[in-house]
């Protein structure tokens, strides 16, 4: 079904040319969204797959050590759609201040994506509701580096951005002109937060992806804070107590579609394609970190199982083998800080976990060498290594 444009062009004179900008209408879309059967039942299907998801974290020993991870692998993952190479492996060797295999930087951004997220965490859980204020704390992290210092970090764009061309006059899509930025965020913010009317968590959530692309309300980052975006709706609205999902892996393996799919929203008012396409990303997503998770609390139990026959070496060798799984990639040194234990009782333990084929060495170094829970990373980044 196409409908009328949902927005309209405004003409913008600059000095050097004139170009029309797309400001777009309020949300929810009008005319009404077209609920086929199909896509209902799409959406029907996503949201079971988030309640397995949300159920099965709620109930995990190892929940919080898991969300440490799967938040790593959406900010990865996002970051790879704008062009940055980091893998998990790289981002997790920079954190324990290692050289990974790609230009330090690229592995920098991806931390503070990594930063970003957990600052919008922070914010609603200290009571702040999805915002502006928000979203702008959350950039402000995003762009804290020397290279984001043109890019105004935490500020609302006060100067026109476009994608795609050299300039405005022959970019593929203009956002609004700044003067409209204002009235815009303003009535995006209200949808987020329910008024006038409430919208269904799922659907809210698909929608504002769309309108916060469409606003583009920052020079640079809002890729990557509007895939944020997402989990953070889910999480504020009650969908999901933790954000364990990734949905970037779904949006990167299909890229081209996703971008094709936004742009035919702005020039034909084509929600339907769109919504569809997300619900079937969330129903994918959902159900690969479920089995993930799964796959993880399997491998960490047969592991443990293994340990005890470890004696008196139990008690230490548990606490290690634990603390990896937070840090899957660690010096002993780490290991030391995160469990309290001597370095002497860290070394004999990763000892017996290498003895037990638990626990690798990376580095052939007699000093600062780096162990990996090689299995655990395995599980962890197998889907991000199918991935074109």
């Given at each position: 079904m196409h409908r009328r444009p949902p927005g309209?062009?405004?003409?913008?004179?600059?000095?050097?040319?004139?170009?029309?900008?797309?400001?777009?209408?309020?949300?929810?879309?009008?005319?009404?969204?077209?609920?086929?059967?199909?896509?209902?039942?799409?959406?029907?299907?996503?949201?079971?797959?988030?309640?397995?998801?949300?159920?099965?974290?709620?109930?995990?020993?190892?929940?919080?050590?898991?969300?440490?991870?799967?938040?790593?692998?959406?900010?990865?993952?996002?970051?790879?759609?704008?062009?940055?190479?980091?893998?998990?492996?790289?981002?997790?060797?920079?954190?324990?201040?290692?050289?990974?295999?790609v230009p330090v930087e690229d592995a920098r951004e991806v931390s503070r994506c990594v930063a970003a997220l957990e600052q919008g965490l922070k914010s609603l859980r200290g009571g702040l509701p999805l915002s502006m204020r928000l979203l702008c704390g959350m950039h402000k992290v995003l762009m804290s580096h020397p290279g984001g210092r043109g890019k105004t970090p935490g500020e609302v764009r006060r100067s026109q951005v476009w994608i795609g061309g050299t300039r405005p006059g022959n970019a593929a899509f203009v956002p609004p002109p700044v003067n409209a930025l204002a009235d815009c965020l303003k009535l995006f913010e209200q949808f987020l937060n329910d008024v006038p009317e409430p919208t269904p968590p799922l659907i809210k959530a698909a929608l504002a992806h769309v309108q916060f692309e469409t606003i583009h309300p920052f020079l640079d980052g809002n890729g990557r804070l509007g895939r944020l975006l997402i989990v953070l709706q889910l999480v504020a609205d009650g969908v999901l107590r933790a954000p364990m999902l990734y949905p970037s892996l779904y949006f990167k393996t299909h890229r081209a579609l996703y971008y094709d799919l936004l742009n035919a929203v702005r020039l034909h008012g084509d929600w339907e394609r769109w919504l569809d396409f997300f619900a079937e990303g969330v129903q994918v997503s959902a159900s690969q970190a479920t089995g993930t998770a799964n796959a993880l609390l399997a491998l960490v139990n047969t592991d443990r199982d293994r340990i005890a026959s470890l004696g008196r070496a139990v008690p230490s060798a548990i606490a290690v083998h634990q603390a990896m799984q937070k840090q899957p990639l660690a010096t002993s040194a780490a290991l030391v800080k995160a469990t309290r234990l001597t370095p002497a009782t860290v070394n004999k333990s990763l000892a017996h976990l290498e003895r037990l084929g638990i626990v690798a060495e990376l580095t052939n170094r007699q000093r600062d060498r780096v162990f990996s829970y090689r299995r655990y990373v395995d599980e962890l980044t197998a889907e991000l290594e199918s991935t074109p």
């Amino acid at each position: 079904m196409h409908r009328r444009p949902p927005g309209t062009y405004v003409e913008v004179a600059t000095t050097d040319e004139r170009f029309k900008a797309f400001v777009p209408a309020p949300l929810p879309p009008e005319p009404a969204i077209a609920w086929s059967p199909t896509l209902r039942r799409c959406f029907d299907d996503a949201l079971m797959a988030l309640g397995r998801l949300d159920a099965l974290s709620a109930h995990l020993p190892n929940a919080a050590l898991l969300l440490y991870s799967f938040i790593r692998k959406e900010a990865v993952l996002s970051s790879q759609i704008e062009g940055t190479q980091s893998s998990l492996a790289d981002l997790l060797l920079y954190e324990i201040d290692e050289q990974p295999g790609v230009p330090v930087e690229d592995a920098r951004e991806v931390s503070r994506c990594v930063a970003a997220l957990e600052q919008g965490l922070k914010s609603l859980r200290g009571g702040l509701p999805l915002s502006m204020r928000l979203l702008c704390g959350m950039h402000k992290v995003l762009m804290s580096h020397p290279g984001g210092r043109g890019k105004t970090p935490g500020e609302v764009r006060r100067s026109q951005v476009w994608i795609g061309g050299t300039r405005p006059g022959n970019a593929a899509f203009v956002p609004p002109p700044v003067n409209a930025l204002a009235d815009c965020l303003k009535l995006f913010e209200q949808f987020l937060n329910d008024v006038p009317e409430p919208t269904p968590p799922l659907i809210k959530a698909a929608l504002a992806h769309v309108q916060f692309e469409t606003i583009h309300p920052f020079l640079d980052g809002n890729g990557r804070l509007g895939r944020l975006l997402i989990v953070l709706q889910l999480v504020a609205d009650g969908v999901l107590r933790a954000p364990m999902l990734y949905p970037s892996l779904y949006f990167k393996t299909h890229r081209a579609l996703y971008y094709d799919l936004l742009n035919a929203v702005r020039l034909h008012g084509d929600w339907e394609r769109w919504l569809d396409f997300f619900a079937e990303g969330v129903q994918v997503s959902a159900s690969q970190a479920t089995g993930t998770a799964n796959a993880l609390l399997a491998l960490v139990n047969t592991d443990r199982d293994r340990i005890a026959s470890l004696g008196r070496a139990v008690p230490s060798a548990i606490a290690v083998h634990q603390a990896m799984q937070k840090q899957p990639l660690a010096t002993s040194a780490a290991l030391v800080k995160a469990t309290r234990l001597t370095p002497a009782t860290v070394n004999k333990s990763l000892a017996h976990l290498e003895r037990l084929g638990i626990v690798a060495e990376l580095t052939n170094r007699q000093r600062d060498r780096v162990f990996s829970y090689r299995r655990y990373v395995d599980e962890l980044t197998a889907e991000l290594e199918s991935t074109p």
